[in-house]
């Protein structure tokens, strides 16, 4: 396990460490406090004349950053969760005995327990005085060389661990991550919405165009499908009577995976009885508007190059005027199948001739639209073939009452009307079953028991979903989604290929 020839003289140090008594991993050691309290703590002494807190003695704990060997004394750096510090001790400041054990077997990725007090160093920099030293835990495997780092991509994400160690502000950017999920419960929650917890594993797979993994469960002999979206486990919850519901968990969508794209990935999905989709539009801009009271942020911020200003009312547009205004398709076009195929493969995109004209108008705006809507947009009124849980408009059969909310040329959230009509639902399931068997392998399944549900009737709905993932990545301003998840998925090493085919 541990081969290369630093961790087996580190194993060797283990040993050593043992035989002299000494455990290399101690438990109960009790820390007096963090490195950032002690700093506010005693950072007073800075404008006293003794400069130093001598006789107040507080316990910390900390990782091993740097060592710096003067000989008889040694001065070195030591990280916590929230904070690093410098500190100092000699073979006067500690028995000089021990002073030689530590000397030669506290190494950097050590993490310590130390007692002292601060003091300011001849040259200015706060510190830590120690009087008493304990290694805490033995690290095996030494970090990476400080000046260097740890920049590699592909082991900061497999390795999270040591990208946050050698990386602070991806703790802090995770930290970020938290205040945002906790904020977004806390609006709902005031808003009086209660949250649920509905099936990981569906008997079938539905609520978004997505292909799905599938599983085998072993005690009913069926498969099982991880779930894609919440959206159907949640109208259920409405028509059983919850008039105000949310559910913030993961999602698996078996598909590509990019730059905002993660095979598992964290959503909110909520849904309010007796609303529109227009009230979902301002509750949306709201939560913004929190959100960026929260974190402290300027409501005007740089995301991947792009300046995107969140001081003013959030835009409006049609589908259709979008198509027309943003992607300059001309009217004609988008309202004919032939134009539209001849438009794409014009400009080297491919389109399956067998595809409706909604979801032909849709390549239309995933090509020409959709990266050019920079601050925050609301495109409204979507095609009603490529929305099948969204109720159609009452003054245009063929218009869903829908929205999706861009920033920065991505698709941050995704809202409608929800249809309630268990014929039309049951009709538009038909349909899909029709694109499916046409090679939409996206297309949803017909599920029975949710138009049944809907036969007892659910009152007039609005629902939407927000992706935290890429919400997150718009507020820490990180261009992949491996930058917010902690552990992304990654494709696996030689070794790891090897096992599986085992």
């Not at 995770?174 to 990981?200: A, Q």
């Not at 049944?452 to 301003?477: C, E």
Request: hydrophobic share 40%; with cysteine.
């Amino acid at each position: 396990m541990f081969e290369n020839q630093l961790e087996i003289q580190r194993l060797k140090t283990i040993e050593e460490l043992r035989q002299m008594g000494i455990n290399p991993y101690p438990h109960f050691l009790r820390r007096d406090m963090n490195i950032s309290k002690f700093r506010l703590k005693f950072n007073h002494i800075k404008d006293t004349e003794s400069k130093s807190a001598e006789g107040q003695f507080v316990s910390l704990a900390g990782r091993v950053k740097l060592i710096r060997d003067a000989g008889k004394a040694i001065f070195a750096n030591i990280e916590d969760e929230d904070g690093n510090l410098q500190i100092y001790f000699s073979n006067k400041t500690l028995d000089p005995d021990w002073f030689k054990v530590v000397k030669k077997n506290i190494e950097v990725g050590d993490l310590i327990f130390v007692r002292g007090y601060a003091f300011v160093t001849r040259t200015g920099e706060f510190s830590m005085h120690v009087s008493e030293l304990t290694l805490a835990t033995k690290a095996i495997c030494p970090l990476p060389e400080k000046y260097h780092g740890l920049v590699d991509i592909e082991t900061r994400y497999r390795q999270r661990y040591l990208d946050m160690i050698m990386n602070p502000e991806v703790r802090t950017d995770f930290k970020k991550r938290s205040i945002i999920v906790s904020t977004i419960r806390r609006f709902f929650e005031d808003k009086g919405f209660l949250e649920v917890e509905t099936p990981m594993m569906h008997p079938i797979a539905g609520g978004a165009n997505a292909k799905p993994f599938v599983t085998f469960h072993n005690a009913l002999g069926i498969n099982r499908y991880m779930r894609i979206a919440p959206e159907l486990y949640l109208k259920r919850l409405i028509v059983g009577g919850f008039e105000a519901v949310y559910e913030m968990n993961r999602n698996f969508r078996n598909e590509g995976m990019d730059l905002t794209h993660n095979p598992e990935f964290t959503s909110i999905e909520f849904y309010w009885a007796y609303h529109t989709y227009h009230d979902l539009m301002g509750l949306t801009e709201e939560l913004f508007g929190v959100l960026f009271d929260k974190l402290d942020m300027e409501k005007v911020i740089e995301f991947d190059g792009m300046q995107i200003d969140f001081s003013k009312p959030f835009k409006r547009m049609s589908y259709k005027k979008a198509l027309v205004e943003v992607g300059e398709i001309p009217a004609d076009v988008i309202e004919d199948k032939d134009k539209i195929l001849a438009k794409l493969k014009s400009d080297g995109f491919e389109a399956n001739a067998k595809l409706d004209l909604g979801h032909l108008q849709a390549e239309l705006f995933d090509n020409y639209v959709e990266s050019k809507l920079i601050n925050p947009t609301f495109i409204i009124d979507f095609p009603i073939s490529i929305s099948p849980l969204s109720r159609r408009s009452d003054s245009n059969p063929e218009i869903a009452e829908r929205f999706e909310l861009f920033i920065a040329g991505r698709e941050i959230a995704n809202g409608f009307n929800e249809l309630n009509d268990p014929i039309d639902q049951y009709n538009r399931f038909s349909e899909q079953i029709k694109a499916k068997d046409a090679g939409n392998d996206e297309a949803h399944a017909m599920d029975e028991d949710y138009v049944k549900a809907l036969g007892y009737a659910m009152p007039p709905t609005a629902g939407q979903g927000i992706g935290i993932d890429r919400l997150v990545m718009l507020l820490t301003n990180k261009k992949s989604i491996r930058d917010v998840v902690l552990f992304p998925a990654m494709r696996p090493l030689k070794n790891e290929i090897k096992e599986n085919e085992k």
